[in-house]
């Protein structure tokens, strides 16, 4: 990593900034002391400042009112597009995009600031189509309804608009059978008899009645009916029902052509919803540009800038500004005492477990990238823990269609996760070789025993305790893997004698250790390995016991200190119990793959019954490789970060984020832009 | 006295049952918690629908493993193959319940734990996306002790068959 500094004038600050983008290398620090520091001084002696910083100050300030109301433009635009976007790819997932990647290039994402008007105008036309067609659906459900309720009233031959005459008012509406009697009886006793019922059409359960009332007694009918559930007719059109219904007929059916071609409408811009992405993806490049331009101190024709980039870049980051622009760059390498980001670099094996690193944080600048390391054994854990040939192919095919045919990026964050699976599902297919399983033992329930898959070394159903012996063997390889990790970071810190007294001491313990436990069943006679093995660890613990605490000078509280750090042993334990956790998801996949299959064979039997095999054995196999890939890789990770991390791994860098173009839809073609063609390229 | 002759393989299968029940119960109630967490976090952000889901799973394993026990149980013993009348003595029947003890009681409680987990790290996800591998880690930090559990019962089950 090396520091530039840049000071240029005001008149170049744009198209520096913008080359800086461009490029993609540097990370800008953000000193903090911008406008608004300088403000506050303004504040407090407001004499002392001369003529000329006020009016820059004034200009500053201008400046920055209208990036800010510039920012809050476009990301109120943004957001309406995100909306759009999101309602057009729900509403057509199956239109495709061209080009079907997403991958543009920098001058397309650039050039679509000519067609902003344009596009623009297309959302507001997706928007305009989008209220129309509500309208239109609350349109027809209003239409509808009065269908509903005119198909009761078809046969009846009235005008609907026909309320009242001179001196009556007619009610039209729906009335129980039941209530005629009753409310024909209670007519006559309120003295209300000049009141006709006429039955216009007989239901099945009520009347279609139109009750007739003088205009004086409208209040107590009214009421009247109100209590006999009587439902009146909402309608209240010119012309008889039939006539009516057929109109509506009519209407609902322009409506209904109309919506499709809305419809139409809104399908063609969806086929071009690529413009929506680049267009989203420039404001975000804008945005980022816009919050770079506060970094910079300014003075009235200069402006200041340091940043972060990465050494090999350098060179050529100062050759493109000096050649281009009266600007003074310098250099300054920087040395691993220096705080500065993390970029790592590694080859492309390490490189895909990268990922696993980048969850758990960046190491600092002094120390041993824990990549190397990490990448062979979460290779090897995560290829243990699944251990089959059927899932491991399936899991290596599925993230080879994506890397290769769908042409995901392997930058990303979801590109390089898929990249470290293809290379877990490729040894979870060695691992299943290794322990015969083909999704569980899938050949051999269904040729009814007559063959089983071939194992290398053994199968882990049959001999669980061997496996169990073996991932722990396994689990001190991989701690051993990260004290070998942590004497080189020591070496990096010329502390050489924590390597004699605190690290290589231990090597002899666990191994001294084993040798006692398990020395008797190697059948070596030749000498006795248990004898070997703890004298190995006799004489480590004796250096601890010495040692641990040689920063003391107290003999007793060196002594005390050795015992701690003999408790250590305690801790080595417990790390490599942790690896027996291998033999159970080992297990785990294995056996319910057993039980999918078990279960298959159960219903098997007759076309019926296979073809529920069947669907057992693709469902089942598909859950078990989904919940076993998850712990797999969950798994293999925590061995990572608890136990191997453990060993060395002091951490509390951060990652190097350059400033450049992040687009969040589009992909963009790895091109540099030419820059002297346009200075401003926004 | 042909029900007392018959106790070996009653014992086993309670053995079996409980070390399906337990762990299943515990997973169930942990993700149905879980699901309500999640769908409070939906209503704001749809789109962290499939990171939410994992978290909503992971405390689901314990039923997973409780159901594997059970069917070691069943055939090492076997009461799969032969049923009622395979030949176990009461006391094997009780091998078999001890063996299975340790993922019961382990799988149940350690699924409840977990979910405490991974509610927080719901919450947490809800605000920070980036987080999101982090919050599994931590839960799997529980879950841990499970598939300790898990070995401890299936070593015992390959022991006694």
Request: with cysteine; aromatic share 10%.
């Amino acid at each position: 990593m090396d520091k530039i500094k840049i000071l240029g004038l005001q008149s170049d600050k744009q198209s520096i900034m913008q080359l800086l983008q461009a490029e993609g290398v540097v990370e800008l620090i953000d000193t903090g002391l911008t406008a608004s520091l300088a403000t506050e001084d303004d504040v407090v002696e407001p004499n002392s400042k001369s003529s000329l910083d006020r009016e820059y100050l004034l200009v500053d300030e201008k400046e920055q009112q209208t990036i800010s109301e510039q920012e809050l433009l476009i990301r109120q635009k943004q957001a309406n597009l995100e909306s759009v976007i999101i309602k057009l790819d729900n509403k057509y997932p199956n239109i495709s995009i061209e080009p079907a990647d997403l991958r543009i290039s920098i001058q397309d994402l650039l050039a679509i600031k000519k067609r902003e008007k344009a596009i623009l105008s297309k959302l507001e036309q997706v928007q305009v189509i989008e209220d129309r067609e509500s309208d239109l659906a609350a349109e027809r459900e209003q239409i509808q309804r009065e269908q509903d309720i005119l198909q009761d009233w078809y046969d009846v031959d009235i005008n609907l608009a026909q309320t009242s005459t001179e001196r009556t008012v007619i009610f039209l509406g729906q009335l129980e059978k039941s209530a005629l009697k009753q409310l024909e009886d209670e007519l006559v006793e309120l003295s209300l008899a000049q009141t006709v019922i006429l039955d216009l059409f007989e239901g099945d359960r009520y009347y279609l009645t139109a009750i007739i009332a003088l205009k004086e007694d409208q209040l107590e009918v009214d009421n009247l009916l109100k209590r006999y559930d009587f439902n009146a007719l909402p309608i209240k059109r010119q012309g008889k029902p039939n006539r009516i219904y057929q109109a509506n007929t009519a209407q609902l059916e322009r409506i209904d052509s109309y919506f499709l071609e809305l419809e139409q409408e809104l399908k063609e811009i969806a086929k071009n919803r690529l413009d929506f992405y680049i267009l989203s993806d420039y404001y975000s490049v804008l945005l980022d540009y816009y919050a770079a331009n506060k970094i910079p101190q300014n003075t009235l024709y200069t402006f200041s800038l340091q940043g972060f980039l990465p050494r090999e870049t350098s060179a050529d980051v100062v050759r493109q500004i000096e050649s281009n622009y009266s600007a003074l760059v310098e250099i300054q390498e920087l040395t691993t005492q220096d705080d500065y980001p993390i970029m790592l670099k590694n080859n492309p094996f390490s490189g895909a477990y990268q990922t696993i690193l980048e969850m758990f944080g960046a190491p600092n600048t002094q120390e041993i990238d824990p990549t190397p390391g990490l990448a062979p054994f979460t290779f090897l854990f995560f290829g243990m823990m699944l251990s089959d040939v059927g899932y491991g192919l399936l899991l290596t095919l599925a993230c080879a269609f994506l890397l290769w045919k769908r042409k995901i990026d392997a930058t990303t964050e979801s590109g390089k996760l898929v990249r470290m699976l293809f290379l877990s599902g490729i040894s979870s297919t060695i691992w299943g070789f290794v322990f015969g399983g083909f999704f569980g033992d899938m050949l051999t329930l269904l040729s009814d025993k007559r063959i089983s898959f071939p194992y290398l070394w053994f199968n882990p159903m049959d001999e669980p305790q061997k496996l169990l012996i073996w991932s722990m063997i396994f689990g001190v390889i991989h701690l051993f893997g990260g004290m070998i990790m942590r004497m080189i970071n020591e070496v990096k810190y010329g502390r050489i004698s924590n390597i004699i007294f605190d690290i290589i001491p231990w090597f002899f313990i666990i191994i001294g250790l084993g040798m006692m436990v398990g020395g008797s069943s190697l059948n070596i006679t030749s000498f006795n390995v248990s004898e070997l093995g703890k004298w190995f660890a006799l004489g480590g613990g004796v250096i601890v016991l010495l040692f641990a605490g040689r920063d003391k000078k107290n003999i007793f509280s060196r002594l005390i200190s050795g015992v701690g750090g003999l408790y250590g042993v305690i801790n080595y334990l417990g790390d490599i119990l942790s690896y027996t956790r291998v033999l159970a998801l080992v297990l785990a996949t294995s056996v319910i793959a057993t039980v999918v299959n078990f279960l298959a064979v159960m219903v098997s039997g007759g076309v019926i019954g296979w073809i529920f095999a069947i669907l057992i054995l693709m469902g089942g196999h598909m859950l078990n490789l989904a919940l076993s890939g998850l712990s797999a890789y969950v798994h293999s990770s925590r061995l990572q970060y608890v136990e191997f991390f453990g060993q060395f791994f002091e951490g509390g860098g951060r990652f190097f984020k350059p400033f450049s173009y992040q687009t969040k839809r589009i992909k963009l073609k790895k091109e540099n832009i030419n820059q002297q063609e346009e200075n401003n390229v926004f | 006295m042909e029900f007392l002759s018959n106790l070996g393989p009653i014992f086993t299968l309670l053995g079996a049952a409980f070390a399906a029940f337990l762990p299943g119960l515990g997973s169930a109630k942990a993700v149905s918690r879980l699901g309500q967490a999640v769908n409070g976090v939906l209503s704001e952000q749809p789109d962290l629908f499939g990171r939410a889901l994992i978290l909503q799973a992971l405390p689901g394993t314990q039923g997973i493993y409780g159901l594997l026990t059970f069917f070691l149980i069943l055939t090492r013993s076997g009461i799969m193959e032969s049923g009622f009348t395979a030949e176990i003595s009461w006391a094997q029947g009780l091998l078999w319940v001890a063996a299975a003890l340790p993922i019961a009681i382990v799988g149940y409680l350690s699924a409840l734990d977990q979910a405490k987990v991974c509610e927080t790290g719901i919450a947490l996800v809800a605000k920070r996306n980036d987080q999101h591998a982090r919050v599994i880690v931590l839960a799997v930090v529980v879950e841990t002790y499970a598939i300790f559990a898990l070995l401890a019962s299936v070593l015992a089950i390959f022991s006694l068959g």
